[in-house]
């Protein structure tokens, strides 16, 4: 018997008297460049052998003391496992040896985990031990390693429960970390990162749209904010890592993005600061200064998904809250930094960076009809134009279209901001239809509930709610806002896309008022869409421009042109009139803002002071209109079962909730 048949002999036969030491020495004789597989497989029989039924009983009966050679088995295996796994010759037989165990190999880990990880009373040492024990053996059980075997794993009751429970218990206890390396923890530092394998587990559930969201959930109590907070502690702990991990942080960011496919979790993330802290990563990132090529491809990777999430949902709700956050976390100047690593993503793939260039040349410019964010971005380029140590895009460079683009449309609506709103001319309108009177900003009371709408007087509201179709749409107005899927946009924003709205009608009064003359005494129509960079205007008639088709959840927008139309139509002043219907940005949900003013306002020179009618109040409205159904973001087009279901199971739960916790505002005003 050669020497290398007398070792393995010892090996294994130590193994079977419940030797610590062979373990190890099993692990590395299965580690060295010229082990056979036949040797190989041995030791993965023996190691097997040890976490059998029989020695689970033995430990739950107390007979072995704890399980620390158990522990070391799964460690060993997962050191050696995944290389003759991804050997062709012997693939199968590695994953025959593995399935066929696995039931008992899902008691062990499952065993493990209850009876040692999550016990306080346990020393310590053993715990950490027996987490990475299971983490490591797990980080075998990926698409890459088990390829169509993985479903055996995934659909194990407890087993996805059980990672994501001690990935939970990394932020908890910075112990359990698997960047922590502990000298007095028997075995090898962690070989595998919990995110590691979650990230891996997760792509495979979107790849086939078989979400196990019980398992996800159930660890957090099927709190989505608890998941949350742990998905941000993650990235947070990570990025103050020094040395920066650039892998971790990429696994970090992805599985933030696979999780914000479930809406009980993507609001909760955003609303605790993910799209800061994700503004954060492209911060730090930009600042690297990595050596070797592989490293600088993972810094560009990373910037890469960074920009993914950000572009995902910074248009999620009312896109205003998201747009606002990063820019006041400083996104502009990083995102300008990004340049010098555009190149160093492999094949320079341009849909890599399609979030990037939609941030600065479609998503940041369409959002400056907005003062709060357009302020923001002002004073951001005016910051870094003052700055000459800061690097412009390069002429012929990949960003300084998309730079451009954004720079000009800023500078342009900045001089908006230097002028005098004293006298301009700010309208509410009541939302009555047997009313629809109107009167200066300020006159009339907005409705408690969807604080969207205004009413001259407690009748008209009264009459609307029950006659006007306003419940509906104020409930549902109500239940978003409840939920976190919905805010606000603010006075002062409102009157500043007043003051933009009527600064593009007079750029554009020659052709709307040549428009207007072929369609007199008729009321001519101008449609605005600011949701495009640049924005579209178009000018007609109400036969040549009717009212598109923006929501199936009610037809309030609908009733509310029809009612300006009459209101044209019917007018008791003289001079035309003009209906205009502005589309805005505001996220994933569609906003319109109908207006009808007297044409006379849109020509150069027009004093708002000399309008002294009182009738011609009665020939104003204004309306702001938004969608009360539920966003529909670019990730959930990529994964449309899978939302579709989540959004019916949410939906028969707001349509109980809705009515049992919606404010009246007909009996509450």
């Known amino acids: 018997m050669s020497r290398s048949s007398n070792e393995l002999k010892n090996i294994l036969d130590g193994l079977s008297q419940g030797s610590f030491d062979s373990v190890a020495s099993a692990t590395l004789f299965a580690l060295r460049d010229d082990c056979t597989f036949p040797d ?44 003759w796994l991804g050997r062709s010759v012997y693939t199968a037989r590695m994953l025959s040896t593995l399935t066929s165990r696995w039931p008992i190999i899902r008691e062990w880990l499952l065993f493990l985990g209850a009876d040692y990880v999550f016990k306080d009373s346990i020393d310590r040492t053993m715990r950490i031990l027996a987490k990475r024990a299971i983490v490591d053996f797990l980080g075998i059980c990926r698409h890459d390693t088990l390829g169509d075997s993985l479903p055996i794993v995934l659909s194990s009751p407890g087993i996805v429960s059980l990672l994501f429970s001690l990935w939970d218990l990394e932020t908890k206890d910075r112990h359990f970390s698997s960047c922590v390396e502990d000298d007095d923890i028997p075995g090898p530092p962690p070989i595998i990162r919990t995110p590691a394998i979650l990230d891996s587990w997760m792509c495979t559930f979107s790849e086939t749209e078989t979400w196990n969201w019980h398992e996800i959930m159930r660890p957090f109590n099927n709190d989505g904010a608890r998941i949350a907070a742990a998905a941000l502690d993650h990235l947070e702990h990570d990025l ?44 730090t990132m930009v600042s690297q200064r990595p050596h070797s090529i592989k490293q600088r491809h993972l810094v560009a990777k990373a910037i890469s998904y960074a920009c993914w999430y950000i572009r995902a949902y910074i248009e999620d709700t009312d896109g ?136 001259c007087s407690r009748e008209c509201q009264i009459y609307d709610w029950k006659q006007g179709g306003h419940q509906t749409y104020c409930r549902g107005i109500q239940v978003r806002r409840a939920k976190g899927i919905m805010s606000r946009i603010s006075t002062r924003d409102l009157r500043f896309l007043d003051r933009v709205i ?73 001079g035309q009139k003009l209906l205009i219907r502005t589309f805005i940005p505001c996220g994933s949900a569609p906003k319109v803002k109908l207006q009808l003013i007297p044409i006379k306002r849109i020509i150069p020179g027009y004093d708002p002071s000399q309008d002294h009618d009182p009738a011609e109040a009665s020939d104003t409205f204004d309306h702001l209109y938004s969608c009360a159904g539920h966003s529909f973001t670019i990730v959930d087009h990529s994964y449309p079962v899978e939302t579709l279901r989540l959004m019916t199971k949410e939906m028969d739960a707001l349509t109980i909730e809705g009515k049992a916790n919606t404010t009246n505002p007909a009996q509450s005003a």
């Open 502 to 574: 009527a600064s593009d009608l007079s750029c554009h009064n020659e052709r709307i008022s040549r428009t207007a003359a072929i369609h007199a005494p008729g009321p001519a129509v101008v449609e605005i869409d600011y949701t495009c960079i640049p924005f579209r205007i178009g000018v007609g008639c109400t036969e040549s421009l009717p009212v598109p088709d923006t929501c199936k959840c009610d037809q309030l927008m609908q009733q509310k042109w029809d009612t300006m139309v009459e209101l044209a139509r019917n007018s008791k002043t003289p």
């Open 240 to 283: 103050a890592q020094q040395p920066v991990d650039y892998d971790l942080i990429i696994w970090d960011i992805h599985l933030l993005t696979s999780l914000s496919v479930n809406n009980t979790i993507r609001i909760p993330l955003l609303m605790q600061h993910s799209m800061q802290k994700t503004a954060g990563v492209i911060a």
């Open 320 to 455: 205003l809250p998201w747009i606002s956050e990063v820019l006041e976390a400083g996104l502009l100047p990083s995102l300008l930094a990004v340049e010098p690593w555009v190149k160093h993503l492999k094949d320079n793939n341009d849909e890599d960076w399609e979030p990037l260039w939609l941030l600065l040349s479609s998503i940041f410019p369409k959002y400056a009809i907005f003062r709060s964010v357009l302020k923001v971005m002002g004073r951001s380029i005016k910051a870094l134009n003052a700055v000459k140590a800061v690097d412009r895009p390069k002429p012929d460079g990949p960003m300084h279209k998309h730079w451009s683009t954004l720079e000009a449309l800023v500078m342009s609506r900045l001089k908006l901001l230097e002028t005098d709103d004293v006298d301009e001319a700010h309208v509410d309108s009541c939302q009555s239809s047997k009313c629809n009177k109107s009167g200066a900003a300020g006159t009339f009371k907005r409705c408690a509930g969807c604080l969207h709408v205004h009413y």
């Open 40 to 83: 190989v497989y041995q030791i993965t029989i023996a190691l097997y052998g040890i976490i059998d039924s029989v020695h689970l009983q033995q430990v739950k009966r107390g007979l072995i003391p704890e399980p620390m050679q158990q522990a070391l088995a799964f460690r060993g295996l997962a050191s050696f496992m995944p290389f």
